[in-house]
Protein backbone atom coordinates (compact mmCIF):
# COMPACT_ATOMS: atom_id res chain seq x y z
CA UNK A 1 0.00 0.00 0.00
CA UNK A 2 2.96 2.16 1.20
CA UNK A 3 4.65 1.89 -2.08
CA UNK A 4 1.50 2.19 -4.31
CA UNK A 5 0.85 5.36 -2.57
CA UNK A 6 4.00 6.60 -3.21
CA UNK A 7 3.99 5.63 -6.89
CA UNK A 8 0.52 7.73 -7.25
CA UNK A 9 2.35 10.98 -4.96
CA UNK A 10 5.27 10.81 -7.63
CA UNK A 11 2.69 10.57 -10.31
CA UNK A 12 0.50 13.30 -9.50
CA UNK A 13 4.01 15.45 -9.20
CA UNK A 14 5.46 14.81 -12.79
CA UNK A 15 1.51 15.67 -13.80
CA UNK A 16 1.07 19.19 -11.73
CA UNK A 17 4.81 19.33 -13.15
CA UNK A 18 3.76 19.33 -16.78
CA UNK A 19 0.41 21.43 -16.10
CA UNK A 20 2.91 24.17 -15.36
CA UNK A 21 5.22 23.88 -17.47
CA UNK A 22 2.19 23.73 -20.17
CA UNK A 23 0.66 26.98 -18.67
CA UNK A 24 4.29 28.58 -18.86
CA UNK A 25 4.28 27.62 -22.82
CA UNK A 26 0.80 29.04 -23.68
CA UNK A 27 1.12 33.03 -24.90
CA UNK A 28 -1.97 34.87 -24.06
CA UNK A 29 -2.06 38.04 -26.64
CA UNK A 30 -4.27 40.91 -25.50
CA UNK A 31 -6.24 42.21 -28.16
CA UNK A 32 -8.16 45.72 -28.10
CA UNK A 33 -11.11 46.37 -30.44
CA UNK A 34 -12.67 50.11 -30.59
CA UNK A 35 -15.73 49.93 -32.87
CA UNK A 36 -17.29 52.99 -33.75
CA UNK A 37 -20.90 51.99 -32.77
CA UNK A 38 -22.35 48.85 -32.04
CA UNK A 39 -26.12 49.50 -33.59
CA UNK A 40 -24.05 49.91 -37.07
CA UNK A 41 -25.65 46.66 -39.23
CA UNK A 42 -22.64 46.18 -41.11
CA UNK A 43 -20.17 46.63 -38.27
CA UNK A 44 -21.77 44.19 -36.47
CA UNK A 45 -20.94 41.52 -38.99
CA UNK A 46 -17.33 42.72 -39.46
CA UNK A 47 -17.01 42.73 -35.21
CA UNK A 48 -18.44 38.88 -34.87
CA UNK A 49 -16.36 38.22 -37.84
CA UNK A 50 -12.76 39.67 -36.18
CA UNK A 51 -13.82 37.65 -32.83
CA UNK A 52 -14.77 34.01 -35.40
CA UNK A 53 -11.68 34.64 -37.44
CA UNK A 54 -9.45 35.11 -34.22
CA UNK A 55 -10.61 32.05 -32.66
CA UNK A 56 -9.73 30.14 -35.49
CA UNK A 57 -6.40 30.83 -35.46
CA UNK A 58 -5.64 29.82 -31.55
CA UNK A 59 -3.43 26.91 -31.01
CA UNK A 60 -2.51 25.14 -28.01
CA UNK A 61 0.14 27.50 -27.33
CA UNK A 62 -1.07 30.62 -28.75
CA UNK A 63 -4.06 32.60 -27.77
CA UNK A 64 -6.13 35.73 -27.67
CA UNK A 65 -7.70 37.29 -25.46
CA UNK A 66 -10.25 39.80 -27.36
CA UNK A 67 -11.71 43.22 -25.34
CA UNK A 68 -14.52 45.65 -27.55
CA UNK A 69 -15.28 48.81 -27.34
CA UNK A 70 -18.64 50.36 -28.50
CA UNK A 71 -17.55 53.96 -29.56
CA UNK A 72 -21.35 54.76 -29.07
CA UNK A 73 -20.16 57.07 -32.41
CA UNK A 74 -19.18 59.38 -30.01
CA UNK A 75 -15.44 60.52 -30.48
CA UNK A 76 -14.88 61.52 -26.54
CA UNK A 77 -15.82 58.24 -25.78
CA UNK A 78 -13.52 56.31 -28.03
CA UNK A 79 -10.83 58.40 -26.62
CA UNK A 80 -11.07 57.01 -23.22
CA UNK A 81 -11.87 53.23 -24.56
CA UNK A 82 -8.42 53.98 -26.46
CA UNK A 83 -7.06 55.22 -23.30
CA UNK A 84 -8.33 52.44 -21.55
CA UNK A 85 -6.44 49.89 -23.89
CA UNK A 86 -3.30 51.55 -23.27
CA UNK A 87 -3.26 51.68 -19.86
CA UNK A 88 -4.52 47.66 -19.92
CA UNK A 89 -1.26 46.82 -21.77
CA UNK A 90 -2.61 46.03 -24.79
CA UNK A 91 -0.63 43.82 -27.60
CA UNK A 92 -2.18 45.10 -30.68
CA UNK A 93 -5.25 47.49 -31.43
CA UNK A 94 -7.95 47.25 -34.25
CA UNK A 95 -9.83 50.56 -34.48
CA UNK A 96 -12.40 51.47 -36.17
CA UNK A 97 -12.76 55.29 -35.82
CA UNK A 98 -15.97 57.23 -34.74
CA UNK A 99 -14.04 60.85 -36.91
CA UNK A 100 -11.16 60.04 -39.50
CA UNK A 101 -10.41 63.84 -38.48
CA UNK A 102 -9.23 62.37 -34.93
CA UNK A 103 -7.27 59.89 -36.48
CA UNK A 104 -3.87 61.95 -36.26
CA UNK A 105 -4.10 62.74 -32.30
CA UNK A 106 -5.13 59.10 -31.43
CA UNK A 107 -2.42 57.32 -33.91
CA UNK A 108 -0.08 59.37 -31.65
CA UNK A 109 -0.48 58.70 -29.23
CA UNK A 110 -0.94 54.58 -29.55
CA UNK A 111 2.24 54.75 -31.41
CA UNK A 112 3.86 56.97 -28.06
CA UNK A 113 2.55 53.90 -26.06
CA UNK A 114 4.51 51.38 -28.54
CA UNK A 115 1.13 49.23 -29.43
CA UNK A 116 0.59 48.60 -32.89
CA UNK A 117 -2.47 49.79 -34.95
CA UNK A 118 -4.36 48.46 -37.54
CA UNK A 119 -7.48 50.98 -38.32
CA UNK A 120 -10.29 49.69 -40.94
CA UNK A 121 -13.16 50.37 -42.66
CA UNK A 122 -13.08 54.43 -41.90
CA UNK A 123 -9.87 55.30 -44.07
CA UNK A 124 -8.93 58.59 -42.50
CA UNK A 125 -9.18 60.91 -45.73
CA UNK A 126 -5.89 60.12 -47.94
CA UNK A 127 -7.04 62.14 -51.39
CA UNK A 128 -8.86 65.12 -53.04
CA UNK A 129 -10.94 64.99 -55.32
CA UNK A 130 -8.97 64.36 -57.99
CA UNK A 131 -7.43 61.32 -56.41
CA UNK A 132 -3.94 63.14 -55.67
CA UNK A 133 -2.81 62.03 -51.98
CA UNK A 134 -2.94 64.06 -49.45
CA UNK A 135 0.13 63.54 -47.72
CA UNK A 136 -0.22 65.31 -44.38
CA UNK A 137 -4.02 63.66 -43.99
CA UNK A 138 -1.77 59.90 -43.76
CA UNK A 139 1.39 60.90 -43.07
CA UNK A 140 0.44 59.16 -39.72
CA UNK A 141 -0.40 56.06 -41.37
CA UNK A 142 2.73 56.23 -43.75
CA UNK A 143 5.32 57.48 -41.26
CA UNK A 144 4.85 54.33 -38.75
CA UNK A 145 5.74 50.79 -39.93
CA UNK A 146 3.59 49.49 -36.73
CA UNK A 147 0.25 51.58 -38.24
CA UNK A 148 -1.74 50.14 -41.45
CA UNK A 149 -5.20 50.70 -42.92
CA UNK A 150 -7.25 47.61 -44.17
CA UNK A 151 -10.76 48.95 -46.14
CA UNK A 152 -12.15 48.51 -49.47
CA UNK A 153 -11.80 51.93 -51.88
CA UNK A 154 -15.27 53.43 -51.92
CA UNK A 155 -14.86 55.15 -54.98
CA UNK A 156 -15.43 51.43 -56.78
CA UNK A 157 -18.24 51.14 -54.46
CA UNK A 158 -20.20 54.17 -55.55
CA UNK A 159 -19.01 52.86 -59.86
CA UNK A 160 -20.42 49.61 -59.34
CA UNK A 161 -23.66 51.38 -58.25
CA UNK A 162 -23.93 53.94 -61.41
CA UNK A 163 -22.78 51.57 -63.43
CA UNK A 164 -25.92 48.98 -62.26
CA UNK A 165 -28.29 51.66 -63.64
CA UNK A 166 -26.07 52.56 -66.91
CA UNK A 167 -26.04 48.68 -67.60
CA UNK A 168 -30.20 48.93 -67.62
CA UNK A 169 -32.00 48.44 -71.00
CA UNK A 170 -33.35 52.42 -70.89
CA UNK A 171 -30.05 53.17 -68.37
CA UNK A 172 -32.58 54.92 -65.59
CA UNK A 173 -34.32 56.91 -67.54
CA UNK A 174 -37.56 55.66 -66.97
CA UNK A 175 -40.38 58.14 -68.36
CA UNK A 176 -37.54 58.86 -71.59
CA UNK A 177 -37.00 62.60 -70.90
CA UNK A 178 -33.22 62.32 -71.62
CA UNK A 179 -32.22 62.87 -68.23
CA UNK A 180 -31.93 60.44 -65.15
CA UNK A 181 -33.24 61.94 -62.10
CA UNK A 182 -32.27 60.90 -58.84
CA UNK A 183 -32.63 61.40 -55.12
CA UNK A 184 -29.48 60.59 -52.88
CA UNK A 185 -29.71 59.38 -49.43
CA UNK A 186 -26.33 59.56 -48.01
CA UNK A 187 -24.26 58.30 -45.30
CA UNK A 188 -22.08 60.31 -42.23
CA UNK A 189 -20.94 63.10 -44.65
CA UNK A 190 -17.36 63.66 -42.35
CA UNK A 191 -17.13 59.29 -43.53
CA UNK A 192 -14.98 58.68 -46.87
CA UNK A 193 -17.38 56.01 -47.78
CA UNK A 194 -20.38 57.98 -48.11
CA UNK A 195 -18.21 60.93 -49.81
CA UNK A 196 -17.12 58.70 -52.52
CA UNK A 197 -20.32 57.18 -52.89
CA UNK A 198 -22.33 59.74 -53.64
CA UNK A 199 -19.69 61.49 -56.25
CA UNK A 200 -18.74 57.89 -58.21
CA UNK A 201 -22.03 56.75 -58.15
CA UNK A 202 -23.33 60.15 -60.61
CA UNK A 203 -20.29 60.10 -62.22
CA UNK A 204 -20.64 56.45 -63.56
CA UNK A 205 -23.42 57.83 -65.30
CA UNK A 206 -21.78 60.92 -66.35
CA UNK A 207 -18.55 59.53 -67.75
CA UNK A 208 -20.91 57.11 -69.82
CA UNK A 209 -22.58 60.14 -71.28
CA UNK A 210 -26.06 60.33 -69.26
CA UNK A 211 -27.69 63.41 -68.22
CA UNK A 212 -28.37 63.78 -65.09
CA UNK A 213 -30.12 65.69 -62.62
CA UNK A 214 -30.44 65.44 -58.25
CA UNK A 215 -34.22 65.99 -57.09
CA UNK A 216 -32.53 65.87 -53.57
CA UNK A 217 -29.89 64.90 -51.90
CA UNK A 218 -30.03 64.48 -47.42
CA UNK A 219 -27.97 62.64 -44.98
CA UNK A 220 -29.24 59.18 -43.62
CA UNK A 221 -25.94 58.61 -41.39
CA UNK A 222 -26.64 55.11 -42.60
CA UNK A 223 -29.45 54.41 -40.58
CA UNK A 224 -32.85 52.65 -41.91
CA UNK A 225 -34.93 54.22 -40.39
CA UNK A 226 -33.81 57.60 -41.63
CA UNK A 227 -33.42 56.49 -44.65
CA UNK A 228 -37.29 55.09 -44.58
CA UNK A 229 -38.28 58.43 -43.75
CA UNK A 230 -35.80 60.45 -46.18
CA UNK A 231 -37.25 58.23 -49.09
CA UNK A 232 -40.65 58.82 -47.99
CA UNK A 233 -40.35 62.16 -47.73
CA UNK A 234 -38.97 62.61 -51.14
CA UNK A 235 -41.29 60.28 -52.58
CA UNK A 236 -44.18 62.89 -51.75
CA UNK A 237 -42.60 66.23 -52.89
CA UNK A 238 -41.58 64.39 -56.17
CA UNK A 239 -43.57 61.45 -57.07
CA UNK A 240 -42.86 59.74 -60.39
CA UNK A 241 -39.89 62.55 -61.11
CA UNK A 242 -37.91 60.32 -59.19
CA UNK A 243 -36.47 57.85 -61.27
CA UNK A 244 -33.70 56.16 -59.25
CA UNK A 245 -32.70 56.21 -55.56
CA UNK A 246 -28.90 56.16 -54.74
CA UNK A 247 -28.29 55.02 -50.76
CA UNK A 248 -24.98 54.86 -49.69
CA UNK A 249 -25.71 52.05 -47.68
CA UNK A 250 -28.37 48.89 -47.43
CA UNK A 251 -29.33 49.97 -44.09
CA UNK A 252 -30.82 52.74 -45.52
CA UNK A 253 -31.84 50.80 -48.65
CA UNK A 254 -33.96 48.46 -46.69
CA UNK A 255 -35.53 51.99 -45.28
CA UNK A 256 -36.26 53.15 -48.61
CA UNK A 257 -37.42 50.15 -50.12
CA UNK A 258 -40.11 50.07 -47.25
CA UNK A 259 -40.90 53.69 -48.01
CA UNK A 260 -41.27 53.09 -51.99
CA UNK A 261 -43.57 49.91 -51.31
CA UNK A 262 -45.43 51.84 -48.77
CA UNK A 263 -46.27 54.69 -51.53
CA UNK A 264 -47.23 52.07 -54.20
CA UNK A 265 -44.22 52.07 -56.15
CA UNK A 266 -42.20 49.13 -58.27
CA UNK A 267 -38.89 48.46 -57.75
CA UNK A 268 -37.95 47.73 -61.64
CA UNK A 269 -41.05 48.84 -62.81
CA UNK A 270 -41.65 52.70 -62.43
CA UNK A 271 -38.09 53.27 -59.87
CA UNK A 272 -34.87 51.60 -59.30
CA UNK A 273 -33.21 51.54 -56.26
CA UNK A 274 -29.12 50.82 -55.29
CA UNK A 275 -27.68 50.51 -52.02
CA UNK A 276 -23.86 49.28 -50.80
CA UNK A 277 -22.92 46.24 -48.66
CA UNK A 278 -24.86 43.49 -49.87
CA UNK A 279 -26.57 42.47 -46.06
CA UNK A 280 -28.26 39.32 -46.18
CA UNK A 281 -31.44 41.17 -46.41
CA UNK A 282 -30.67 43.42 -49.16
CA UNK A 283 -29.61 40.79 -51.50
CA UNK A 284 -32.63 38.38 -50.98
CA UNK A 285 -34.62 42.08 -52.32
CA UNK A 286 -32.66 41.65 -54.96
CA UNK A 287 -33.25 38.12 -55.72
CA UNK A 288 -36.73 39.23 -55.46
CA UNK A 289 -36.91 42.13 -57.44
CA UNK A 290 -37.00 44.79 -54.90
CA UNK A 291 -33.71 46.07 -55.42
CA UNK A 292 -32.20 46.80 -58.21
CA UNK A 293 -28.63 46.49 -57.03
CA UNK A 294 -26.30 46.71 -54.26
CA UNK A 295 -22.52 46.28 -53.71
CA UNK A 296 -20.55 43.51 -51.30
CA UNK A 297 -18.77 45.31 -48.93
CA UNK A 298 -16.82 41.84 -48.06
CA UNK A 299 -16.75 42.11 -44.41
CA UNK A 300 -14.81 38.63 -44.07
CA UNK A 301 -12.23 39.65 -46.66
CA UNK A 302 -11.83 42.84 -44.77
CA UNK A 303 -12.31 41.25 -40.95
CA UNK A 304 -9.92 38.46 -42.07
CA UNK A 305 -7.07 40.83 -43.77
CA UNK A 306 -7.31 43.20 -40.63
CA UNK A 307 -7.30 40.03 -38.13
CA UNK A 308 -3.83 38.78 -40.53
CA UNK A 309 -2.08 41.78 -40.57
CA UNK A 310 -2.88 42.17 -36.69
CA UNK A 311 -1.25 38.75 -36.11
CA UNK A 312 1.99 39.75 -38.29
CA UNK A 313 2.10 42.67 -35.78
CA UNK A 314 2.18 40.53 -32.70
CA UNK A 315 4.58 38.41 -34.49
CA UNK A 316 7.24 41.84 -35.06
CA UNK A 317 6.82 40.70 -38.90
CA UNK A 318 6.90 43.74 -41.20
CA UNK A 319 3.70 44.79 -42.71
CA UNK A 320 2.44 47.41 -45.57
CA UNK A 321 0.93 50.48 -44.43
CA UNK A 322 -2.11 49.99 -46.66
CA UNK A 323 -4.53 46.44 -47.57
CA UNK A 324 -7.65 47.02 -50.00
CA UNK A 325 -10.39 44.52 -50.18
CA UNK A 326 -12.10 45.07 -53.75
CA UNK A 327 -16.10 45.41 -54.06
CA UNK A 328 -18.23 42.95 -56.04
CA UNK A 329 -21.32 44.16 -58.30
CA UNK A 330 -24.88 42.30 -56.46
CA UNK A 331 -27.55 42.73 -59.49
CA UNK A 332 -30.01 40.34 -60.49
CA UNK A 333 -26.90 39.01 -62.69
CA UNK A 334 -24.95 37.91 -60.21
CA UNK A 335 -28.03 36.66 -57.89
CA UNK A 336 -29.05 34.30 -60.55
CA UNK A 337 -25.76 33.12 -60.33
CA UNK A 338 -25.01 32.37 -57.23
C1 LIG B 1 -20.67 50.67 -44.73
C2 LIG B 1 -21.82 51.22 -43.93
C3 LIG B 1 -21.37 51.44 -42.50
C4 LIG B 1 -20.12 52.28 -42.47
C5 LIG B 1 -19.59 52.44 -41.08
C6 LIG B 1 -19.47 51.55 -44.60
O1 LIG B 1 -18.40 51.01 -45.30
O2 LIG B 1 -21.04 50.59 -46.07
O3 LIG B 1 -22.91 50.34 -43.95
O4 LIG B 1 -22.41 52.07 -41.81
O5 LIG B 1 -19.12 51.66 -43.25
O6 LIG B 1 -18.44 53.24 -41.06
Given at each position: ??????????????????????????????????????????????????????????????????????????????????????????????????????????????????????????????????????????????????????????????????????????????????????????????????????????????????????????????????????????????????????????????????????????????????????????????????????????????????????????????????????YVMVNQEYVNAQ
Amino acid sequence: MKKFLAILMAALMMISMFAVAGAEDVKTYKVGVAIYQYTDNFMTLYRNEIEAYFKTLETDTVKYELTFADGKNDMAEQTNQIRNFITQGMNVIILNLVQTSSADAVIDEIVEAGIPLVLINREPLAYDADGNTIDEAYEGILNNPTVCYVGADARQSGTFQGKMVADLPNHGDINGDGVISYIMIEGDPENIDAQYRTEFSVKALTDAGYEVKCLDDQVGNWDQTKGQELCANALTSFGYDIEVVFCNNDAMALGAATAITTAGRVVGEDIYLLGVDALEEAVQLVREGEMTGTVLNDHIGQSHAAVDVAVKLLNGEAIENYYWVDYVMVNQEYVNAQ
